[in-house]
């Protein structure tokens, strides 16, 4: 499975940007799919993530609830991170990444996407 990231950028605080992982080269439907986030000097932490198309069901790492939502596009093999009200400290290079696996980790990666927010 290859995973394409897009949609970073620099944005002010309080705006919003979506980011898109478009995935080829697998059965898209039936992997859970996440987004990750790094930040320089810090370690690599789970955002946001989504189960298999049977399932749908999603999670959000505290620092973001009510403001990223996660979605996928079977149709269009995407996968999206809608992120809102975007602070500084949301300034990170972006990862998406997918799995086959029940309670595994994740096992195919796309390229980062740079999220910087500024004050």
């Known amino acids: 499975v290859q995973l394409q990231a897009s949609g970073g950028g620099l944005v002010q605080a309080g705006g919003s940007l979506r980011l898109s992982c478009a995935a080829s080269g697998g059965t898209f439907s039936r992997y859970s799919m996440g987004w990750f986030r790094q930040a320089p000097g810090k370690v690599r932490e789970r955002v946001a993530a989504i189960s298999w198309s049977g399932d749908g069901s999603t999670y959000y790492a505290d620092s973001v609830k009510g403001r990223f939502t996660i979605s996928r596009d079977d149709a269009k093999e995407t996968v999206y991170l809608q992120m809102n009200s975007l602070k500084p400290e949301d300034t990170a290079v972006y990862y998406c990444?997918?799995?086959?696996?029940?309670?595994?980790?994740?096992?195919?990666w796309g390229q980062g996407t740079q999220v910087t927010v500024s004050s």
């Open positions: 990444a997918a799995t086959g696996r029940v309670g595994g980790g994740y096992e195919y």
